[in-house]
C-alpha cells in the first residue's frame, strides 16, 4: 500500500507518511546530539530543583519543609523522574531530550492547524535547534520555563482552536467550549510551572476580542448562520444558535469555559500543598515573594533591559528576526489590502492569531523586567511558527522572482539567510563541538577546563569533598563529571549524625547534589533570610525586599533547626561576593557560629567546621601520633 499522503493546498508539495518519519527521526537526531554532551555539568539553578526533589523523596513537604519559590511541578516532575530511573544527571538531560521533541511534534500539529504540514514540520525543526541556542546554561538545563512550554503551547493550540467556532462557525458550540475548557487546563499545568504561563489566558481574551471585529466585518458565507442549509441538523443547529448569538456572549462563554478549565486544572495541586500543611509557606515563598521580587525594578529599567536584551537575543537568532519581521510586514499590508480567497483570508487570521500571541507571550516574559536567557521560553513557541510562516513565504515569493535579473538578488537572500544561520549554529554550538571531541577523547581539553560552567562545577566539588571529609586531591576530583563523592552518603543510607548533614549559606544548593550531603535547613537559598534577591546579592548596594522582622524571623528559623542537625560543615559562599551579607554579618548567626572554627577558602567558599568535631580529629589525631613516636 502506498504511504498516505496529506491533502496539500493547492501548489503546495504534498508530504507523505515516510517523510513524516523521516523529518521526526531527524529532529530527535539533532535534539540529541545538541544536548546530550551537556549532560555531564549543573547549570545555573539546577542545585535547587535537583536537592528540592531528592528532600521531596526523603519525605520532606515541599515548602514547609523545604524552601522553595517556584510553583511544585518543577520538584515533582524531577522527584518522579529519580524515584523511577534514579537521581542522576543524566536522568534529566534525556527527559530534556525527549520533552524538546515533544514540543517539536506539538508545534508540527499546531503549524498543521493553521497553515499545513510543510510549515508544521519546519517549525518543529526549528524549535528543536533554536531552543539550544541562546545562554548555554539557560537553555540546557531543564528550568521552570522549559518545562512550561509545552502545555503553554498545548493551552493556546485549543484555545485557537476553540475560537474558530466563533470566527468561521467551522465547529459546534459544544466543541468550542470542550476545547476552550481543555485549553484552560494546559495553562493551569503549565501555571504549575511559572505563574507567566497566565498571559495564555490573556492572550485569549485579547483574541476574542479580535475575533468579534473580524465576525463583524468578514462577509463571507461561513461566518453566516447555516441554519438554512439544514434545519433539522443537530450539528447545524448548535453551530447557528453559536453563530446567531451575538459574539460578545459567545466569547465571554468561552472565556467562562477556558477560566473554569483553569481552576480545575490547578485544583490538584493545591490540594497537594494543602494535604502536606503547606499553605502558608507556599503563599510567603512563591506569592509574596513573588510580588515583591517582580516589583524590583522601575519600569524605566525594565523598558531598557528589554530593548538590550532582546536586541542581543534577536541578533543571535536572526533567523527569527528576519522571518518574523517578514510576517509582520506581510500582515500589515494585508491588513490594508485585502486578498480575495479563502486560504488568503485563512493565512492572514492564522498570522494576526500568532502575532498577537507572541506579543503577549514577550509582555508575560517581561514581568518582573528581567530577560534571564531561559525567560525566552516563553516566546518560543509562537517565534518557530511565525518563523515557519516566514521562511515558508519568502522562499514562495524568492521562487516567483523568474526574470534573470532576480536571480541575483535572490541569490544574496539565500546567502545572506544561510550565513546568519550559520553563524547562529557556530556561535553557540561550538562549544558542543568541543565538549564532543573531550567525550570521544576521553579526557577534558584545556577550553573546557577554562568553560564558566566547567570551572564553576569543579568549585563546587572541590567544596562538596571538603564537607565530605575527601582530600582535595583524590583523583575523582580531577575529573568532571563525576557523582562519586554521592557514593556512601546519607542519600543511599540512613542519616547518621552531625557529619552527614551540611548547610551552604549563599546560593550554592548544587554542593547539596554533588556531595550527597543532606541539607541542615529547608533554606536552599538566603533569599528569605537576608532579603536580597539572588540575582543581585552579589552586588554592593542590593536593595532589601523583606520587612528586617520577617528576615529574622526565619533566621530564628534556621538556627533552630541547624541546632537540631548540628552540621559538621557550613559553607559560606555569599560572604566571599559580599562581606556585607556574610553568616558572620547578623548577630543571632555570628552567636552560634561561636561553635564553628574558620578552616579557609575552597574555591570562593568559605569553610566552617563544628569546633566540637574539630577537637575530637585533633585528639585522634595526637593519639595515633604519640602512639607511633613509643614504637
Known sequence: MPPAEDSAAPGEPRVTRATLIKVFAAIVIVSFLLRIFYSGHLYQDDGLWFTAAEEILRGKALYREVYFDKPPLLPLVYAGLFKLFGAHILTIRVFAILYSSAISALLYLFGLRLYGKRIGLLAAAMFAVFSTTYTTGHVQGFNTDFLMTLPYTAGAMLLIRSRQGVVRAAISAD????????????????FQANPKAVFDLIFFGVLLLVAVRWKNHDPSPACRSDSAENPMSAPHRTAAALSESSPRTSGSLLLLMALMGFMIGAAPFLIYIAATRSLSAYWVYVWDWGIRYAAYYPTGRVAWQALGQSA??????????????????????????????????????????????????????????RFFGHYFFQIMPSLCLIGARGLDGMTSSLLGLDRVRWKVFR??????????FLFTLVRFHGRTFMLAVDWFGGSKSDVTAKWLHDRLNSEECLAAAAATGVGNDDPVLSRIPTETLRSAGPRTRAPDGPSDYLFVWGYRPEVYYWSGLLPASRFLSTQPLTGISADVHYFSEPRNLLEDSLAGAARAQLIAELEQTKPKYILDELGVFNYRLSIQTYPELREFMGSYRRMGKVGRFIVYRRWDTLRRHILRHQRRKAGGSRE
Not at 324 to 341: D, H, N, Q, S
Open 175 to 190: 466543541s468550542s467550549a470542550r476545547l476552550a475548557f481543555g485549553g484552560g487546563v494546559c495553562v493551569a499545568v503549565a
Open 411 to 420: 541569490g544574496a537572500v539565500v546567502g545572506f539567510l544561510a550565513v546568519g
Open 312 to 369: 542581543g537575543y534577536f541578533a543571535l537568532n536572526n533567523t527569527l528576526l528576519i522571518a518574523l519581521l517578514y510576517v509582520a510586514a506581510v500582515t500589515i499590508r494585508r491588513a490594508y489590502k485585502p486578498a480575495g480567497g479563502e486560504l488568503s483570508r485563512r493565512a492572514f487570521t492564522s498570522d494576526v492569531t500568532l502575532l498577537i500571541w507572541f506579543a503577549v507571550s514577550y509582555a508575560g516574559m517581561s514581568v518582573g523586567g
